[in-house]
């Protein structure tokens, strides 16, 4: 294998298909990034088993030659250092060329690299996806999406399946639904031309959809998916994203979402988000995160929290719309944070069926997304 190639391009495979490395692999072979060459361009692949990423690099692209091809051939090079190495080179062209034995020689400008090669016919074949079941969604819809549900996934390894964000897609709607037991995220989007396609219990862990969203860029772009068996692929331009499905049943969370609330306050998300930051300040010294609701007989409600040693925080808020019933709650300021952080609408709807029942939290924009926060039970 020899080729000369642009250093921008090549860099920008590289920190796509690094995201699918890690460190803790038992396996030798998948601590490396494979390169192929052909006379169309190079393919580079990472993989952790969970998720594979493949970037291809064209030879050219609009009449400029990116990838200059002496020999076909392919090698794995350490990711760990080759993504390093390649960042600091001094010049915008790299030359490259796999000898005997795998060993890599590496050059830019003045300076000079010899790598140990691995076996390429030792790396793990990406798995073939084939499904009719393939949807297309707009990227920054996608990013969206994840960014709206991503936070309210359970970081707790012994529920694996609650690491994850389940996908349901029915009825030409897709929708995404996380939660931690605690809390709960859930964002719906219609997708035409997808009536009839439909899937069930599709988890994908939050970490990897996260991962997937630093590679969408934000301009416009289409994103296919195909929904197999157990995986999952993400088609972005010149990138595939492998991901597979996680095992398990995902618990049925449409039980704990009521139908009728007994009071319903209408709130600038703004003002709401900077009143309980500030509370938050205090009950965040208590380890505890508590802070407290309560409606005003004159109109509004007020934000409190307290600290044994710092001492009381208290705001009044105004409300926009107040129906039902005089309320007291307790709940986690950041959780209730976490969701006002993602909610893009200028207002939001918070409802409640009693202190003791779900918060419930929904942004008045055509986002389709719902917030479930469980309250605490205090004394005072």
Known sequence: MKISILKNELNESIQHVSKAISS????????GIKLEVSYQGVTLTASDTDISIQS???AENDSTQI?????PGSVVLPAKFFVEIIKKLPSTEIHMEVKEGFQTFISSGAAEIQMVGLDPEEFPVLPNIE???????????????????????SNQE???????????LSDGELKFTATDRHRLATRAARLEGTEDIHFTNVVIAGKTLNELSKIIPDQNMLVDIVVADNQVLFKLDRVLFYTRILDGIYPDTSRIIPSAYKTELTLDTKKLSESIDRAYLLSREE??????LQTLEQGGIEISSSSSELGKVREELEVIDFKGEALKISFNSKYMLDVLKVVDSEQLTIAFTGMMSPIILKPLDASKALYVILPYRTTN
């Open 67 to 71: 990838v200059k091809v002496e020999q």
């Open 131 to 153: 499904g009719n079941e393939t949807i297309t969604l707009p990227g920054d819809l996608l990013k969206e999406m994840i960014k709206q549900t991503a936070f309210s996934i």
């Open 56 to 58: 291809f690099i064209p």
């Open 24 to 31: 803790r692999t038992t396996i030798p072979i998948l601590t």
């Open 158 to 168: 012994t529920t694996p399946i609650l690491t994850g964000i389940l996908w349901n």
């Open 287 to 292: 380890k505890t995160n508590i802070v407290r």
